[in-house]
């Protein structure tokens, strides 16, 4: 399977630990982006890179977020210090420029 | 702020017949348009686009319509099939492939 894929798909956390989260794009695909998506709404754009660099961020990324692209190909989600309100679904896409957008299964957080 | 609507968070129908999802959005500077499809445990998929420059985008069963005066597209599937049983998400953006905003979502469902 080439798609993208996303690990782990399920993470359960204390309120207060860090986590991170892989996203694996289609190979080619030179954009990758990260979504979160919340019961009953639509996914809701946190970050995106094109290769190795970090283009936009959304104000929903707070300081407690980090994400990274090195070499242009995975990318990591970083959440330190994890709040309840974090507990969604973490979707990655990614694409060739001016194309549609391919997305993972999604990583499910839940903060206890 | 909730700049793409889809108000109907669920839409039930019959086999054969047509479906027709509905959305509406704020901000005038969205120039693209798009659809995604997505089922249980599984990412959103890409359906069908349309850019602001057109008003009518077809691809086999589905068909976009959109009004710029109203704000307003659609999407049509002709016909209804059980396997399109599935939410159906809205997106709009400014400039092909930078973030995207989506909508909700309708949860449709096609009776045999």
């Known amino acids: 399977d080439t798609g993208v894929s996303q690990n782990p798909r399920h993470k359960i956390t204390k309120r207060g630990q860090n986590v991170t989260f892989r996203c694996d794009p289609i190979s080619e695909h030179n954009r990758l982006y990260w979504y979160r998506q919340t019961l009953g709404q639509g996914p809701e754009f946190l970050t995106y890179f094109q290769n190795e660099a970090q283009l936009e961020k959304s104000r929903l990324l707070s300081d407690r977020f980090s994400a990274e692209r090195p070499k242009g190909s995975f990318s990591t989600l970083e959440i330190q210090r994890t709040e309840q309100g974090d507990s969604a679904m973490y979707l990655c896409a990614s694409s060739l420029a001016y194309l549609e957008q391919y997305f993972g299964p999604g990583t499910r957080l839940t903060v206890t | 702020d909730q700049q793409v609507k889809q108000n109907s968070p669920s839409l039930s129908v019959q086999e054969g017949r047509i479906s027709i999802l509905n959305c509406d959005y704020t901000?005038?500077?969205?120039?693209?348009f798009l659809w995604y499809k997505k089922y249980p445990a599984e990412g959103p998929t890409f359906l069908i686009s349309i850019s602001s420059i057109k008003d009518k985008n077809e691809d086999g069963r589905f068909t976009v319509f959109l009004n710029k005066s109203a704000k307003h597209l659609s999407l049509h599937i002709v016909p209804s099939q059980p396997g399109d049983s599935a939410v159906y998400f809205c997106a709009a953006t400014r400039g092909w492939n930078n973030d995207m905003r989506f909508g909700a979502g309708t949860r449709l469902t096609v009776k045999p």
């Open positions: 901000n005038s500077m969205f120039d693209y």
